[in-house]
Structure formats: C-alpha cells, structure tokens
C-alpha cells in the first residue's frame, strides 16, 4: 500500500497511490506499507540506487543500516510495538530525499499512526522530510520513556510479590516477561542513538538550527533513559534471585520435614522390626503385656527423639 502525505499551506491532505499514479506535487512523506513486488517497480522509477527489500531493512551491520546514496540518507531504526504484554521491535527504513521523506515497513507501527493522526489534526507542524523525521523519532523517545515507566510500575508490584509462596510462578513469569521487554527497550533505545548519531554527523548541511536544537534535546533524553534501563536490569536480576532464593528456601523447608520425620520414627521402626521377626524364643510373645509394652516404647522412642531435636533449636 502506497500512501503519500502531502502538506501545503499547513493543511495535510492524504492519497493512497496506485502503481499507475505519479508522485503528486508536494508531497511531504511517501510511505510504503507491506509493499507488493509492483510496487517496489513503482518506486524504482523514482529512485537511482536499487530499492531496499525485507531482508536489507532487517540487517543488522551498521554500514548496511546508515548510508548515503544518490537517493539521499537511508536509516533502517528498529521501533518498539506493544502487542499486549509483549514488546516487539519493527524495523522501519527511512529514506530522506530533498522533496519528501520515504518510509518502507512490513509491519503494522503504532507511532506511525500516531504522527499520521497529528498531522491530520494539526498537533504537529512541520515543512521539511527532515523535520518530519525528527518529529517521528522524537514520539520514538518519548513512547521508549513511557515504556521504561510501565516496567517500573510492574516490577514494584512484583516485588511485593516475592516472598508469597503461591504466586512464585507468576513472579517468575513476570520477570522473564519484563526483561525480555526491557532488553527490546534498550536495543531501540540504543538503534535510535546510533541513527541519530549518524544523522548529526553527515547530514549536518540539511537541518537547521531547530533541527540540531532538536536532535541534541533526543540524544540528551536517550542519555539519560540509559541508566533507568540498567537499573531495571539489575533490578529483575535481584528479583529472579530471591525468588529463586525463597523458592529453595522453602523446598529446603519441606525436605527439613520428612528428614526430621524420618529420623523421629527411625526408633520406632526398630522396635517395630525387633518384635515382628517372631522367634520361638523371644520371652514377649507370650507375655500379656508383651505388646503395650512395644506401643509405649515405641511412641516414647518417638517423643524423646522430637524432644532431643526440639532442645536443639532443629525444629
């Protein structure tokens, strides 16, 4: 799907574009959604270098993810998607030219539809692909920070929930879910200072003075959401040990019980197997009082080894 986003006289006005259809005058920002193998033909007309495909946007070296061409500065930044409890990173290939900003994506991205909203509603102002770009990334940032204060918020809440026997597996499940985001967090967060890096560096010549003012106010953001992100690190390393701490504290607690049990009626086992071999010559077989006399000794067997335990703290 081919959307162009044209803005004139600060008024946008949105067109889905066919493989027929001519870039309209104006446009601002060309962003190519799931694009077919027709419409990548389509962009080829207006692009001099060959047009990035799934596999280029997804690589992971540097020298694949910034560069300069003759179509203008190409940065592939992976964005951060929510998708219920989970976070996932999209990777989004930009594609800033003199006339219009070009994005690619094989995914759906939430911060995109918000920018197309403020547009719409005239929250955001802007006038040049540059612009446009930080704005996107700027929303990037600040959506990464709400993301960190999410996992603050859960992670208090399991942590009053560590020491609670019944909700171990919860907790459990809890912390790998949250540093599993938290590591997704911190990779977009560490993808977007280096896209930003590379644009203060080589792209200097095209922004302005707003512009720099901008993209140092997001590098300065990401600086400081850095060590909130360690932190939570270290945070759920702290809790995954307690937990698991407690969780063996307390097996080691059920294995204190059958040991002192096992100890406690090893006498009386003993009695129990002396008189149940059932000898001929055995005097207490044919005493009338031959079996009181082993219940008595074996439950008193029994009470003075609870006892010996007891007074040594054991129990």
């Not at 918000?114 to 929250?123: A, I, S, T, V």
């Not at 300065?220 to 270290?234: V, Y």
Request: aromatic share 12%; hydrophobic share 40%; net charge negative.
């Amino acid at each position: 799907m081919i959307t162009a986003y044209i803005y004139i006289n600060r008024k946008l006005t949105i067109n889905e574009l066919d493989t027929q259809d001519k870039v309209p005058p104006g446009t601002l920002w060309l962003d190519l959604f799931k694009p077919t193998d027709e419409e990548r033909e389509w962009l080829s007309k207006y692009s001099v270098e060959e047009v990035p495909d799934e596999e280029d946007i997804n690589e992971i070296e540097a020298s694949a993810r910034f560069y300069q061409n003759n179509d203008g500065l190409h940065i592939n930044s992976l964005f951060p998607q929510r998708v219920g409890q989970y976070v996932r990173g999209v990777n989004v290939s930009f594609n800033l030219r003199k006339d219009f900003l070009l994005t690619i994506r094989e995914d759906d991205v939430g911060l995109i539809r918000l920018l197309r909203n403020y547009l719409r509603l005239g929250r955001i102002e802007v006038e040049t692909p540059q612009g446009l770009f930080l704005e996107l990334f700027n929303l990037k940032v600040d959506y990464l920070s709400d993301l960190i204060e999410d996992i603050y918020s859960v992670v208090d809440g399991v942590s009053e929930q560590v020491f609670d026997n019944d909700e171990l597996d919860k907790v459990f499940k809890l912390i790998t879910l949250q540093e599993d985001s938290n590591g997704k967090i911190r990779l977009s967060l560490l993808d977007t200072q280096r896209s930003l890096r590379y644009m203060q560096r080589y792209y200097r010549g095209q922004l302005t003075d707003e512009d720099f003012k901008d993209l140092r106010e997001m590098l300065s953001d990401i600086e400081s959401l850095m060590p909130h992100s360690q932190f939570i690190f270290d945070k759920l390393n702290f809790l995954l040990d307690a937990a698991m701490g407690f969780s063996g504290l307390q097996q080691n607690k059920i294995i204190k019980i059958f040991s002192v049990a096992a100890v406690i009626f090893l006498p009386p086992t003993v009695i129990a197997s002396a008189y149940g071999m059932n000898f001929v010559n055995m005097p207490e077989l044919e005493w009338q009082f031959g079996y009181p006399m082993a219940v008595l000794m074996m439950i008193g067997s029994a009470a003075s080894t609870y006892l010996f335990f007891k007074r040594k703290g054991w129990l």
